[in-house]
């Protein structure tokens, strides 16, 4: 992952997204992260937003508690549940 200090010209931000189609650029303003810029290769926008939500990763860290603590239901009884 390569930092840069946020682009200030257009030359500056083309280079930032030429890197950042392969590897991820962070961008930052006075040394504080602002924005990113992520290789798409092989990545769906739907990934990238799921991914990037806090609010689904709350549900996905909820659920794997869940899990652990034996609270899941068993694939015959989700699809009993699910039409």
């Known amino acids: 992952m390569k930092t840069m200090e946020f682009p200030v010209g257009q030359k500056e931000l083309r280079a930032a997204i030429r890197r950042g189609e392969e590897e991820t650029v962070v961008l930052t303003r006075r040394g504080k992260p602002v ?26 860290r909820k659920s794997f508690k869940e899990l652990d603590q034996g609270r899941g239901i068993s694939l015959a009884e989700m699809k009993r549940r699910v039409p």
């Open 35 to 60: 924005a990113a810029v992520v290789p798409m290769k092989g990545i769906d926008a739907e990934s990238l937003k799921l991914g990037t939500s806090r609010k689904f990763m709350s549900i996905l």
